[in-house]
């Protein structure tokens, strides 16, 4: 179920973009029936005005947006619409139908902005500003506090619509609004997310086992901290959320989001069944309060241990490619060396296979043909020493302007006995010779044929497609697998796509990775485009 990246060059803004497809059909009906439950089991925490302080509806909502894309907005409005029309919240027969329409759509459309936003800065060239989960926890803080400031004008101009009068009231109800929607997502979108990946045919979220130590340390921390808050209620200094807190970040901090979304799952149960029902609107207010800050600080914290880990793994990565590299200088210099013994003789028997094969020609059908099979063969392996001589030779620093007709040949050339080997077809679209980019051929060749090879290696006995053209001012080249229906996309360790990524980098270029429902991968790698390569 993933999505084309937000900036992918296919992306633009037409009428159909902002339509649902087939495909979401699905979603958008359980999201229906889970908009009408979760928005039922709110007016169990319902307080002053309008607003509930648990509105796991925000979460649903939320869930949806992140995971098929900002452009399910309208249909997601249209639905939680629907829904309050089925239970009378809007009567059009009242004159101020119009305006409780607004204040029903206005926080899907904030929730969807922020989604769309947050998805920009983490794409592309923009990447390394918000390193995976941290795109997630910024955008689950920001979308409720962002759809809180949009409602401010209409709770300051028509106080009536929620029940409140005052700027005080009318803080307190938005307040209440913020904290209620925060909670929803924090707590019902993560497993929302984690249960719609074990659909997918990509490799859905894994749930981190703890060993019988860590669950341990972790169980007596929690329970100790719960205790402590326990204790000093009892002793008439209420409800304090500071022990809890510093016991859900030091999960977070040790153990990751997971953990420290378990540890908030048993602090929310234990908030929420004090606060249900018939509650004074303050103290619950008070207790959601804490109950926010704890789960802001916990998800924060588990998110931060996780892109640290994420981290030592790509310097790890990264070492274990230096030493890789290391090793390559050495097996080019010996594949160097072995093709220049090899090429000046292979020259020769090529010509000399190009000459029998000219005066055999009059000579009987069988000496014709093994002539003419002699000298196809010594040809392909002196077009396969020159590309090995090209490929392996010293590299020249400075960028030369480079038709991508040539680069595709050189790469397809190189791909396609891996390609044969593995049973794969390999189908290359027609280059445009007036597409042309400033690089290092070499370079761009590793790149395209490092995407190449994750592709062949990864689809088995389907077929690989290759294709460039040109979107606006750049250059698109688009890998496809289709991967055969009993194998899905086998993810390894990256190593070609991390190299593939820093060389495209190095030109101007980006370079995504999109799987759809039906396990089809594309790799769409973008690089500026120059004028006449001449």
Known sequence: MATM??????????????????????????????????????VWWSGEGFYSLWFPAAGLRFALLWRLGARLTPAVALIELAVDVAKGVIVFASPDWPIAVVGIVRPVLAYGLVVAAIRRLASGRRAELL?????????????????????????????????VAGAQSIVLSLTAFTVGDLLGVLIVAPPVLWAAGLGARRAAPQW????TAALVEAVLTLGGAIGIVA?????????????????????GLR???????????????LTLSRTAGAVATPQRLNLHLGL??????????????????????????????LFQAERLKTLRAMSVAVIHEISQPLSTLAIEARHLNAIARDAGPEIAASAELIDRKADTLSALVRRLRRFGGRVVDEPTPLPLVALMDSVVGLAAPEAKAAHVRLNVAPVD???????????????????????????????????????????????????????????????GTLVARAIVAAHGGSLDRDIDTRGTVRAILTLPLIGDPA
Do not use: K
Not at 231 to 251: E, F, K, R, S
Not at 255 to 266: D, I, P, S
Not at 292 to 312: E, H, K, P
């Open 131 to 163: 390193v995976a989960p941290m795109p997630f926890g910024l955008a689950a803080v920001a979308a409720p506090h962002f759809a809180a400031l949009v409602a401010l004008p209409q709770a300051m101009l028509r106080p009536d619509m929620t029940g």
């Open 433 to 495: 010779p007036d597409l042309a980019v400033l690089g290092q051929e070499v370079e761009l060749a590793q790149a395209v044929m490092n995407l190449l090879r994750n592709a062949i290696q990864a689809c088995g006995d389907a077929t690989v497609d290759l294709s460039v053209d040109a979107v606006g001012d750049r250059a698109r080249v688009t890998i496809t697998n289709r991967c055969s229906p009993s194998r899905a996309p086998q993810p390894g360790m990256g190593v």
């Open 5 to 42: 990246p937000f900036d992918h060059p296919a992306m633009h803004f037409g009428l159909h973009t902002w339509l649902p497809r087939r495909s979401d059909a699905v979603a958008l009906s359980l999201y229906a029936a889970g908009f009408a439950l979760a928005h039922a089991v709110a």
């Open 255 to 269: 153990f990751g989001r997971h953990a420290a979304w378990a540890a908030l799952l048993v602090v929310v149960v």
């Open 231 to 251: 204790a000093l209620d009892l002793l008439g200094l209420g409800w304090q959320p500071m022990p809890v807190l510093l016991a859900v970040a030091w999960i």
């Open 208 to 211: 981190p086992r703890m060993r």
């Open 292 to 321: 926010s800050m704890i789960a802001v600080v916990g998800y924060l914290a588990g998110s931060f241990a996780d892109s640290q880990r994420r981290a030592r793994t790509d310097v790890a990565r990264r070492d274990r490619l």
